[in-house]
């Protein structure tokens, strides 16, 4: 993919001019041109290949504070003139946005993160060869492991993308950005049980991934699965490694922190700000500058900069994430978090960082009496958003710690628990791991209570 | 148009492909959604591109683009061939499809009204008024409302190096409400109709849309709604439980549609979604539900969601039985998928998302297929027992076995008859333990439901499907797992 500002530009500039010729007030513009291939594994071969290119233009009109929009995936003018005269003409018929009060006003972005600061010029160049001998590399790293490895499964992938923000009122945002992934689900059989390992890189360089590093400890995870039992449901200790961690934050970031969701009165952390929730070893933050952070973006599906936010700080929830109509009706200002999906919107934080200890996983283990750790979890969902209860699954490796000692692998867990109650008290907070297996930096963690609700057996 | 397919399949020729097919599709979509009285959402999408699959050295290549130019075919064909040569270099047997006739056709959805008619102003219309009487029911207590409409019509062409060349118009539409109530002092309750998710969804005109009657039905919602913050919890127990249409939908699409899905089986999403307990060898041999239970793919079902004349590789629409009397007896399947077990034919069942996307083994009309009650006998038949309704939360695990549901609202039954309200509602259990407790399904209140909400793939596709199903009674079932779980902590 050749990246062209210019071009993004001209049709930004040629969508503000037809809004304004069909009668809009204000309008705001989005292009987004991404180019994309993700080779998918299974049973150790390349089962799925696939390449992918898209040009969309995204365009908000209002008439004073009528709303209408269009989303295309259209090249022309002729076609994207039709969209934006379709825009404008819904707005028209659309009725007021009471909550609506401007567009943001022309902003201006830090110069902490440059352009070329977000892209790797090894993902732009990724070949479909490159990523055949990525897959090749990880089944032959697995297999060496050992030989009741059964299967390899997962996806070596590699995106670039430009997006650029037009509004009306002087604002333009331009950024670009590279990503690169590997995950891998590892299976082992052994004549009697199949078990599975899971593991995943994340890089901006799509050459740096560490295939090898990945394939080994994912083979590793199912080769030390075989003899899974079950064990009752209860309260147990747990070691969450970090990618388990990140399955939360997805769901308390996003029925916790959006102010949409407060707005709605989803959010369990409802008239909870300023108040200690959690246990004063969590520490929560967005913040899209951390040149740790492998994919950022330094603005938002506004154009609104983005800066460092604090939401727990020592257990305390600090912050909501907004946007600039759910500020409007806060009467705050945005916080530069929107995300945009086919013309709907809300605000919700995208590069989040959670505090890391001093502890690691070995010193973790060995100061559960009776616990389990988990590699990561499956099939999370929300059972009751207003209190924070969420449910889950284990998958891809979890075992049972007696007295400091791992004993055996478990089969399939379920938990059903409230993040209020399960994130109160935590034991040890570790250092980051070398493996970036989750797009937030997160470490891992013990925690002292975790209700496990039942298994594959009932 | 013709113009375009053969070119692109004349360069994967060229380039050494086996075979090929390309899908150049335009997808038109309008998406209106009013929250307390103020239009949140009115957009309305349109994409155009196309794909490009192809076999060569063994291996499948795709590669898909929005510019429909002869000069982007062209350079997608050749960039889908070397993909497939990639991807052939690690396989250990080449790709081969079960034969499939090629055909030169085409099939549009039977609809009365096109919604893409309909003006917006109508829709957004009658989406205010329904949004403001769910709150003017109680001002008080109603703090949130909703109100939704969706269109979508994408029209496809498809051709393939056999010869086959269709084209097909695939139109839905749907909508619905919803509410949310708070009272002094007690959580938050919503109440949807006519089912959560923003609605209910089917492949028919905008008539569909007006038959729902959101209007007529907001006061009964927001009544529901405003019960439930002051109902009692959802006991903890082991007991009978019946679950209507709106919740027994998703109950079929997680521990019935997904394991049957071939390619999940075969390991497809085994990094991903996960695979299935539902493996080649138990086919013909698993009891996965008691003898009342009969399930079937159905993309010839009117109506449905999941309803079209071709799939994305020019598999005639048909029916397969999947579950019969409770044993399993056959999945969902495309022609590669179909060849790897040794099946004689696919069973239509690949769909794509967008045109840049690899079609995927998705689901069509995945239905329980009515049985030989009254959902009012049913309930008359019922000592004791819940009956739940409308999906709130759902959970299932990798393999399709350990699933656990919330649903909006519950009903006691008591001595055959419908009782108090409960809230929270919340059920666990193993597919063919809980599959094997059921012993009635009724065909009065049959129907196929929709929901264009289902996830899956990498890069991930979202697919509009439907189950036909009534109201199903199921026995020892664990049900108030949420209470179970947080009563000791204080959390309700």
Redesign the interface.
Known sequence: MVFNKDLLLEKAHFVLKQADKFGATQTEVTITSTT?????????????????????VSTIAYVGSQ?????????DNE?ITS?VE??VK??K???E???FKSLPEKQSYSDKVSLADLVSKNTIEAT??Q??DF??LA?VSAQAIDKRIK?V???V?HTTAERIILNNLGLEAYDRGTYGNI???V?AEDGTEET?G?SADNRKDFSKLDIQTVAEKAARKAVDGFGMKFIDPGEYEVVLEPAAVAGFLFFINYFGFSAQSYQ???SFLRDKIGTKVFSEKLTLWDDAYDPRLENREIFDGEGVPKSKLEMIKDGVVKNLTYDTLTASKDSVQSTGHNAKF???SLPIAQHLLVGEGDSNLDEMIAETKNGILVTHF???????P??G?F???T?DGAWYIKNGEIQFPLK?L?Y???A??FLAEIDLVGKYMDLNDARALVPPMKLPSF?I?????? | MRDLTEKALEVCSKEGATYADIRIVTIK?E?I??KN?????????????FGIRTISNG?????????VSAKEIGR?AK??V???K??G????KPIVFVDEKPVEDSYKTPIKKDPFSI???EK?ELL?EADKRLRAYNPDEI??SRADYRGHQEDKVFASSEGAYITQQITFCGGGISC?A?TQGE??QTRSFPGSFRGNFSTKGYDYFESLKLLENADKTADEAIALTGAKHCPTEKTVLLLDGHQLMLQIHESCGHPTELDRV???????A?TSFMTPEKLGKLMYGSEHVNMTSDCTLPGGLGTYGYDDEGVKAKRVDLVKNGLFVGYQSSRETAAIIGLKESSAGMRADNP???PLVRMTNINLEPGDWKRDEIIADTKKGILMSTNK???????R??F?F?TEIAWEIVDGEIGQILK?P?Y???TP?FWGGMDAHSKDDWKVLGTPNCGKG??GQVMYVGHGCGTARFNNV?VG??Q???ST?G??
């Open positions: 994309g291939a993700l080779t998918r594994l299974a049973n150790s071969i390349i089962d799925q290949n696939v390449a992918e290119r898209h040009f969309r709303k209408g929009s269009t989303t295309v995936e259209v090249f076609s969209a379709t825009a819904i707005a018929i659309s009725p946005n009471k909550d479909p060869e990523r055949a897959a090749k089944i299967a499964a997962g996806a992938s995950n891998l689900t299976l599975a899971w709605d009165y989803i086919y013309g709907r499956h099939y999370q969902n929300a059972v009751n207003t209190k209860v449910t889950g699954l998958r399939t379920r059903t628990d409230a209020p109650r209700k609700s039942g298994s594959s057996k009932e | 979509d998406d959604s009013i009285g103020t239009i949140q959402t009115l957009n309305i999408a349109n994409i155009k591109g291996g499948l290549g795709f590669a898909g683009s929005y510019d997608m960039l889908a070397r993909i497939a990639a991807s270099a690690t396989r250990k003006p917006s102003e957004i205010m703090k949130m949310t708070i959580p938050p075969l390991g497809t999403e085994a990094a991903f996960g840049q996307k690899l939360s759902w959970s299932i695990d990798d393999k076995l350990n656990q919330g929270n919340t666990t259990g193993i333990e990498q890069p664990r797992v949420m179970e779980a947080t902590i959390v309700q």
